[in-house]
């Protein structure tokens, strides 16, 4: 553990990134509380300042501090993110373990299903999954449509950690001395896909991130007057106002990259033996993992 | 090598199916009937004829097993909001225009990428390389809406660089360009990756050591070499494309099928939804397909790999 923070920290842009990220969430934590405007306040006589002392970023069609809608629109971005993130770990947790302990047979019918759901990218999912649950504009819906069809990629990779596991002698050793199926799992088996998940969190991060702005800026995201960066950037869109458009974009960019580097720090952290070789062999930036070893079969993964 | 091509085209049919039924399923769950009388509809009576005409009074799996077959005919149905309209119809008209778009974009990305990725794995650890990632990483994060928006308002509205729409040739040069960008981002970081994990290989460094031009190296050895991992990993640049394609195609307005599918969804038109879904999974899959043959092609262990 420590060798793998010592790695980490010899990795000069991963710790720029964990920095950005921090940078990123305290500006959206404290901004808010700290700013002397109401974020929802409409007032006509202040709308499109340029950026001033007074207004640091300018203000929006309404009269509204934009810094501060901005921090709030972060912060409606990232718990989105999170919660959508932790709905994907569950589903995908389970239904990773389950195929990966249930026999061949099983097994083979779920990731033939799995290959069938990555046919479709994710947005075309969210949208139909949008038109399903009713696009209302709550937050709920939002994450709901973002994580249903969005756990594909860390199914398959518990899947194949456990069954990795599985041949371990620990885990051989531990079923002969009668421990029961669900023990084993919890026990052992769980626990040690731990690592494989916080990976597929970060790797599912910044695709959801970039989702809930595309599908604000459709005009199917939450409603109106709640701040997310993907609002913002409509408002820049359809009042053709590239600076609304501009300063979100970066936000997301900057979040999305911050996470990236992260996530690929993480990896060599904790498995220094993949530097280099092993990014050639699939690693795919932002979008999740490629596994080009192993079966040539359909694999896709979406912003 | 035919056994594989057999096996890999057979798999193509239950991995539609799943798409259908996982589809089905959702729309099915919507649940209603389009003749309720709270959204205008018809008398009670004519309801349960009309149901009974359409077949939506069958138990699911008849109704399903009717969907699968008239689709392996290409009949998709008719549009629920537009009468005149079938889902083939739309789907003949607007998926080539989609896909006229995605091959210019791939036009683009695929030399702007492979050029961007080698000159920074040929320069790794100097800062041409530095800029190079630093250029294919911003491509790659930044959301597309920015990108079509900008291009759409300034090259084409502002600067008339070239004619809006998507008429003429000239009118497809430009929009492309946009979609284009977070594939050339994402090939270009896997291409420095895959070339500099070729450079490190020992046949490599005995061309060099016969004493062979650097340029004959990367072009005979290493670009080769590296168009495997390449390829294989390459395919998830489809669904940027089709992503890029939303928000493309409304940005220059362009008649193609994505713009479609999202006033079909608004309109909760769900035969549309359904029948657009279902042919841009056919559409990815096959792409899957045409993509392991190639890399297959290039690097004929990869079926004792399958096999195994």
Not at chain 1, 96 to 111: E, I, N, P
Request: glycine share 8%; proline share 6%; hydrophobic share 55%.
């Amino acid at each position: 553990m420590r060798a793998a923070w010592g790695r980490y920290r010899g990795n000069r842009s991963a710790v720029w990134a964990a920095v950005g990220l921090g940078a990123l969430i305290l500006f959206c934590l404290a901004a808010p509380p700290l700013s002397p405007y109401d974020p929802y306040a409409v007032d006509f006589s202040q709308k499109l300042e340029t950026p001033t002392p007074r207004h640091l970023l300018g203000t929006d069609l309404f009269g509204r501090d934009l810094l501060e809608r901005m921090a709030l629109g972060g912060r409606t971005t990232m718990f989105i993110a999170l919660m959508a993130t932790g709905i994907i770990l569950v589903l995908g947790l389970l239904y990773g373990a389950v195929s990966g302990l249930a026999g061949r047979k099983v097994d083979d019918l779920m990731m033939r299903i799995v290959d069938g759901l990555f046919a479709i990218p994710r947005l075309p999912w969210v949208l139909i999954v949008l038109v399903l649950i009713g696009a209302n504009g709550s937050i709920f819906t939002v994450i709901l449509a973002l994580s249903l069809f969005s756990w594909m990629t860390t199914a398959r990779l518990v899947r194949s950690q456990i069954l990795a596991l599985k041949q371990n002698d620990f885990v051989r050793a531990a079923r002969a001395l009668g421990a029961r199926r669900h023990h084993i799992f919890l026990r052992h088996l769980v626990p040690n896909t731990f690592g494989v998940l916080l990976v597929a969190v970060l790797l599912e991060l910044p695709g959801i991130i970039l989702g809930e702005a595309f599908v604000s800026v459709l005009g199917l995201g939450i409603n109106a007057p709640a701040a997310t960066w993907g609002n913002i950037a409509q408002d820049g869109l359809s009042r053709n106002n590239p600076y609304f458009l501009i300063l979100p974009s970066a936000a997301i960019a900057l979040l999305a990259v911050a996470v990236n580097f992260i996530a690929d720090g993480l990896q060599d952290a904790f498995d220094p033996r993949r530097e280099g070789a092993s990014q050639a062999a699939g690693w795919s930036p932002l979008t999740g993992f490629v596994r080009t070893s192993g079966r040539v079969g359909p694999r896709s993964e979406a912003v | 090598m035919t056994a594989f091509v057999i096996r890999r085209l057979l798999w193509t049919i239950p991995l539609i199916l799943v798409v259908m039924l996982v589809t089905f399923a959702l729309m099915r769950g919507i649940g209603g009937s389009p003749f309720r009388l709270e959204f205008g509809g018809v008398p009670y009576a004519l309801q349960l004829r009309f149901e009974r005409y359409y077949g939506l009074d069958d138990p699911w799996f008849v109704e399903f097993w009717n969907y699968v077959r008239h689709v392996s005919t290409f009949d998709f149905g008719p549009s629920l909001t537009n009468r005149y309209v079938t889902v083939d119809q739309v789907i003949k008209e607007r998926f080539p225009v989609s896909l006229a778009l995605s091959g210019l974009a791939a036009a683009w990305a695929v030399p702007l990428g492979v050029g961007l990725g080698l000159v920074a794995a040929l320069a790794r650890n100097t800062r041409v390389d530095r800029v190079a990632t630093v250029i294919a990483t911003i491509i790659l994060v930044v959301p597309v809406f920015l990108f079509s928006d900008l291009a759409a308002t300034h090259l084409v509205n502002k600067w008339h660089l070239v004619p809006p729409g998507w008429e003429s040739w000239k009118a497809r040069i430009v929009p492309p360009l946009p979609l284009g960008l977070a594939p050339a981002g994402y090939i270009a970081r896997l291409m420095r990756a895959a070339v500099v994990e070729t450079l490190e290989q020992d046949y490599v460094r005995t061309a060099r050591a016969k004493g062979l031009y650097s340029d004959r190296i990367v072009w005979r050895h290493v670009v080769p070499n590296s168009l495997v991992p390449f390829l294989s990993a390459a395919v998830p640049t489809l669904a940027l494309l089709v992503t890029g394609a939303f928000f493309v195609e409304s940005a220059f307005g362009i008649p193609g099928a994505a713009q479609y599918y999202l006033t079909a969804t608004l309109n909760r038109d769900y035969p549309m939804v359904m029948g657009l879904t279902v042919a841009l999974a056919v559409l990815v899959i096959f792409a899957n397909l045409i993509a392991d043959f190639v890399a297959v092609l290039l690097d004929r262990r990869l079926v004792e790999k399958q096999v195994a």
